[in-house]
Every structure is written in structure tokens, then in C-alpha cells.
């Protein structure tokens, strides 16, 4: 059985919870059930189905950390997506790419990494996208919010219910 994902009462996303806290909370009335899984839960005298997507009631207060710069990162928030050909690749096959080149003052940032296939990054080279006539899919940036948690156990693929709730 999957986890779910859960919203502040604003729709902002807030983590990856357990199916069993998904339905504790929805039991409790603190949460509203927004998309649903195909699987069920079976209690003595009750079946339930379980929750993709809830939302809290009342809005709870929450300090947002940044999201760690990093390799990993840099792939999950291109969702493992070249950024110039838009294919898909496992995270062995991608590269970091600097869109201003390191030798020309590039910085190892949110806004100058993007993940790239090996071919296009030698095909760029020491060029910017504009000079090497290679369009970014879309410009880099620093995410809002990861939805990590120990609780989700594939990182690279999302369930297509999360999706209208996730930055992009």
C-alpha cells in the first residue's frame, strides 16, 4: 500500500505520510481525502480506500528548510530529463551541466545546473545553450519543496495524483 500525500489546508504540499496516519487523520476529521488510490483497507467491520492526496482542515505552520543542493537533486527536479533532448535517463547516464560554462564564470547553482545526457553535454561543450543552438526544455531553479521522507520509496516517479500538487 502506497503513502500519501499530504497538504496543508492552503494546498501546499507538506510531506509523505503512511497510509495508516492517512486514515488516522481522515478518521480524526483533521483531513479531507482530495484523490484516492485503487487499494483498500479492511478493519473488522469497515473497508476503506485509501488516499493519494489529502488536505488538512485547519492550516498548520511550518519552517521550510531549502532544498540541499546536490547531484541527486539537480536530477529529481528535471525529473531525470536531459534538458536539451528531453529524454529520460537513469541517473548513471546523466551529467551535470553548467548553462554559462564554469570557464566562463559559471557557478555550481540552482540557476546554472540543469541534467544532461552525456552526447549533448560533449555536442554544448564550452558553449552557452544559445551559442551551441540548444534550447533549455526549461530555465533552471531552485525547487520550493522536496517530498522526501523514508516513508517514499521511489523518488524518481511520483503517482499521477500527487502531480497537480507538486511544483514543476
Not at 476529521?29 to 488536505?55: D, H, N, W, Y
Not at 492550516?59 to 521550510?64: A, D, H, K, N, Y
Not at 534538458?83 to 540552482?110: I, N
Amino acid at each position: 500500500m502506497n503513502p500519501a500525500l499530504l497538504l496543508n489546508a492552503t494546498y501546499e504540499p507538506l510531506s509523505i505520510v503512511s497510509w495508516k496516519k492517512a486514515i488516522t487523520l481522515l478518521i480524526l476529521g483533521k483531513a479531507e481525502m482530495l484523490a484516492e488510490q485503487s487499494s483498500v483497507a479492511r478493519s473488522a467491520t469497515q473497508i476503506f480506500k485509501l488516499p493519494a492526496v489529502l488536505r488538512l482542515v485547519r492550516r498548520v505552520s511550518v519552517p521550510r528548510s531549502r532544498v540541499q543542493f546536490s547531484r541527486d537533486n539537480v536530477y529529481r527536479r528535471d525529473g531525470y530529463c536531459c534538458q536539451y533532448c528531453g529524454d529520460q535517463f537513469m541517473k548513471e547516464k546523466l551529467t551535470f551541466d553548467h548553462v554559462l560554462p564554469r570557464s566562463r564564470g559559471g557557478r555550481a547553482t540552482w540557476k546554472n545546473i540543469v541534467a544532461s545526457c552525456q552526447p549533448c553535454n560533449l555536442s554544448k561543450g564550452n558553449r552557452t545553450p544559445e551559442e551551441a543552438q540548444m534550447p533549455l526544455l526549461k530555465q533552471p531553479g531552485e525547487p520550493r519543496w522536496w517530498p522526501f521522507s523514508t516513508s517514499s520509496a521511489n523518488f524518481e516517479k511520483h503517482p499521477e495524483a500527487w502531480r497537480p500538487y507538486l511544483w514543476t
